[in-house]
């Protein structure tokens, strides 16, 4: 199984992903995370998020966070207290800016672009899984021999060359097959048949009738909240931080002050990356539970609205089409017309192919304009939402009834149907009611045939045909 590379309209899933990347990368320039210390060596995994954005998205994702790599490695250059051989890396510091803005975050966006068109390469090729290993341990490599040579044009009085990367040592190592198994492993668990089927769940989520707004303003005022208390947080440690000096007598210089806000924003930008993450996983076990209810609502054989989703789905219909003046629609029952007899003749796998295609040509019939629904044993309903003319709505139930006379070539299938048309919005149990009477008509009629009670707008009357 690939992974795709493309996140195209309701990828929620890949969005959500690559957003936690992208936090994560902030949390690991701007914390120990993007560092391991093992006495007496510090090894950076800072850009172990590029090499998984390009594992698993592509490379214009890697491309991304490789700038945003190199801009995190710019702010902390900035510092005062810097060693020199860092101190390039600053366009405020190097006196030469422009080269160091290359040296931080071209050359990092560089590396995302080749290592996510490496793996891209590597994916059309036999044994990925080789592949992805053999990449992940040379990628440090590949960072150090673009970074090393860029230093050597630009900054050739730091004595660092192209022929620097190719120095080898325990911490080499140590980084090769942290990146290895990192990698390996979150592209195993980003395919593992759970991840995926959340996956699923989660892009579908946008077809949810189940989902609120609600929701959304609510995750937009807690995101809102979040983001003043961090920054209160960062404010206050601020000042407890001056006033703490201050106490003990110490004297800040301009320079000092000036690497205590860069490590107070540092912080702040850690909290807003911490807040990223969770609500992102938030926002996608509300997307998932939330969808997994709605699956649970969908009828298992037919594959179309459950009794209870449909009616809650009618019951917003109302309410979304409220605000147009006057606006008709029709409400149908459709019920299969001796279906015990089909089922005690034929089989009940024969009786469920019959409701299959039934369901299939109702939804066929309505096309964008309305839902339809299982709401028992053989019985069907249906709600167009759109104000389609009674002309029109007898051809596409003749044009119904007409094909679903040859789903079984041992006996003709027909269905009584009863149409209501209405007027948003409408009380549904009205409807129901209403469209449970225009049944009974149709079936009084000899059944395989359908009755119509149409609304006159002008004069407000109905009349049954």
Not at 453 to 462: E, F, I, R, T, W
Request: proline letters at 2%; hydrophobic letters at 45%; charged letters at 15%.
């Amino acid at each position: 199984m690939k992974v795709t590379k493309k996140m195209k309209n309701n990828h929620y899933f890949e969005r959500y992903s690559f957003g936690i990347l992208i936090a994560i990368e902030l949390l690991m320039s701007f914390t120990s995370l993007g560092y391991i210390h093992i006495s007496p060596i510090s090894v950076t995994i800072a850009y172990l998020p590029i090499l998984v954005a390009g594992c698993l998205f592509g490379p214009i994702q890697s491309l991304i966070i490789g700038c945003i790599f190199g801009i995190a490695s710019m702010y902390k250059a900035s510092a005062y207290y810097v060693m020199p051989s860092d101190a390039v890396f600053s366009p405020f510091l190097s006196g030469a800016p422009v080269s160091s803005i290359f040296l931080s975050i071209g050359t990092r966006a560089l590396f995302g672009f080749f290592i996510g068109m490496a793996f891209l390469f590597a994916e059309k090729r036999k044994h990925y899984r080789i592949w992805i290993g053999v990449l992940s341990a040379i990628a440090p490599k590949i960072h150090s021999l673009i970074v090393y040579t860029t230093m050597g044009i630009l900054f050739p009085q730091l004595g660092y060359h192209y022929y620097s990367t190719f120095r080898w040592n325990l911490n080499n190592t140590i980084f090769a097959l942290i990146c290895v198994i990192t990698v390996e492993s979150l592209w195993a668990i980003y395919q593992s048949d759970t991840i995926q089927n959340i996956k699923s769940y989660i892009n579908q989520s946008s077809n949810n009738p189940y989902s609120s707004r609600k929701m959304n303003v609510f995750f937009v005022a807690f995101e809102f909240f979040m983001l003043c208390m961090a920054i209160f947080a960062a404010i206050y440690f601020s000042e407890r931080q001056y006033y703490m000096l201050k106490w003990h007598g110490v004297t800040v210089s301009n320079e000092i002050s000036m690497d205590l806000l860069l490590l107070q924003i540092q912080f702040l930008i850690s909290l807003l990356a911490l807040n990223i993450i969770s609500m992102i996983f938030l926002i996608s076990i509300y997307k998932y539970m939330s969808y997994k209810e709605y699956k649970g609502e969908i009828d298992e054989l037919t594959g179309i609205m459950g009794r209870r989703m449909f009616l809650y789905h009618c019951e917003k219909a109302q309410k979304v089409n409220s605000t147009e003046s006057k606006q008709t629609g029709w409400f149908l029952f459709i019920d299969v017309d001796y279906f015990k007899v089909i089922n005690d003749t034929f089989g009940h796998a024969v009786g469920d192919k019959v409701l299959k295609e039934i369901a299939t040509n109702l939804q066929n019939m309505i096309g964008d304009d309305g839902k339809a629904g299982r709401i028992g044993g053989d019985e069907f309903a249906v709600m167009i939402e759109k104000s389609i003319s009674e002309q029109e709505l007898k051809q596409r139930l003749q044009q119904f009834l007409d094909v679903i006379s040859g789903i079984l070539s041992e006996r003709k299938i027909s269905c009584s149907i009863g149409a209501y048309q209405f007027v948003f919005p409408q009380n549904v149990k009205h409807l129901l009611t209403e469209t449970d009477e225009v049944l009974y008509k149709a079936k009084e009629n000899g059944r395989a045939c359908y009755v119509i009670k149409a609304y006159d707008v002008n004069s407000q009357n109905y009349d049954i045909e």
